[in-house]
């Protein structure tokens, strides 16, 4: 079974189901990811911090999860007030958001229209410096594919994560000929990365090569990083050769999926004291861990990750965001 050290990797602080059948946050400020602060600079932090925008009384309000995304999904502009990834990455949400242009020096984005190019500025700052970092080390043009929606929050599609501005899908390898400044708005909807391994086989393919370990390396050991998360077959072939007691390996992740993309992490920044942090990996994922993702088991629990019969007529579960993510759905 899914372990709870692996199952944290990717969506810990999710908002979990109770007996009740609603969904809540536990807000576990005194965790880890290497983000937490001591008490004294928690406080410094927090007094540092922009101030929240008062929730209204509606706040905390339990929602369905799609009316919940419909709600988060509707709001097309950032919030006002300062800069705060608040909750966790798969239960909150983003006030005080900034945009990532759609285009910049070593990077793309693509899939514009789904509206998630938005997310703490410590976020877009990280995407900006990774593609210049490509840039300069001739390691190919970016495609930046979902950060977070305007306000962070559930997205209709897509994701569990991404909910508090700190997560960014990024392709390993852009198709050939795709050029920086020159991607039209055409290109930008229907053109994917490439995968760099097979999924069902765990074999490499032709898009595999120095550069994408190049490129996991550079993002990995940027110190605002918590976590990367690549295929598994990648991550069994980081953990050998000249990557293998690399200082940045404890970061990158295995998780499903993820084999044209990896999907970067940000710890929770000094000046969101209402961010979750996750906490930090037990190992770097090169040992018995990484075993289990190549044994059958891994392959049920993608294919069936709850295993209990649902009830068709049963009501959709209802959940609660953060307090303090009440304020953001209303103008």
């Not at 199952?7 to 809540?24: E, K, M, N, S």
Request: proline share 9%.
């Amino acid at each position: 079974m899914l372990t709870d050290d692996r199952r944290g990797d990717y969506t810990r602080y999710a908002c979990d189901v109770i007996a009740a059948g609603v969904l809540t946050l536990a807000l576990a400020l005194d965790g880890g990811a290497g983000a937490s602060l001591d008490a004294g600079a928690g406080a410094a932090a927090a007094a540092a911090a922009p101030a929240l925008i008062p929730p209204p009384a509606a706040a905390g309000a339990l929602l369905t999860r799609s009316r919940a995304a419909a709600v988060w999904g509707a709001k097309r502009v950032p919030s006002t007030g300062g800069a705060q990834a608040i909750g966790s990455c798969s239960c909150g949400c983003l006030q005080g958001g900034a945009t990532l242009p759609v285009s910049g020096r070593g990077y793309e984005v693509v899939r514009v229209g789904r509206n998630r190019r938005y997310g703490h500025p410590q976020l877009v700052a990280f995407v900006r410096r990774l593609g210049a970092a490509a840039a300069r080390r001739k390691l190919g043009l970016l495609m930046v594919g979902d950060l977070s929606q305007p306000r962070g929050g559930p997205t209709p599609s897509g994701h569990r994560s991404h909910q508090s501005g700190l997560d960014a899908d990024i392709g390993y390898v852009a198709p050939a000929g795709l050029r920086g400044g020159r991607v039209s708005a055409s290109d930008r909807e229907n053109l994917w990365p490439l995968p760099v391994v097979d999924v069902k086989t765990h074999a490499t393919t032709p898009a595999w090569g120095p550069r994408v370990v190049k490129l996991i390396g550079v993002a990995a050991s940027d110190p605002s990083v918590d976590r990367i998360f690549v295929n598994p077959a990648i991550k069994k072939l980081l953990c050998t050769g000249a990557t293998a007691k690399a200082p940045w390996q404890r970061r990158v992740r295995p998780w499903w999926a993820h084999h044209d993309h990896f999907h970067v992490r940000l710890r929770c920044p000094a000046d969101s004291p209402l961010c979750v942090p996750q906490e930090p990996p037990a190992d770097d994922g090169c040992g018995p861990s990484l075993a289990w993702w190549f044994r059958g088991d891994a392959a049920t629990k993608r294919a069936n990750p709850n295993p209990k019969k649902k009830d068709a007529d049963a009501p959709e579960p209802t959940f609660a965001l953060p307090d303090a993510c009440g304020a953001l759905t209303v103008d």
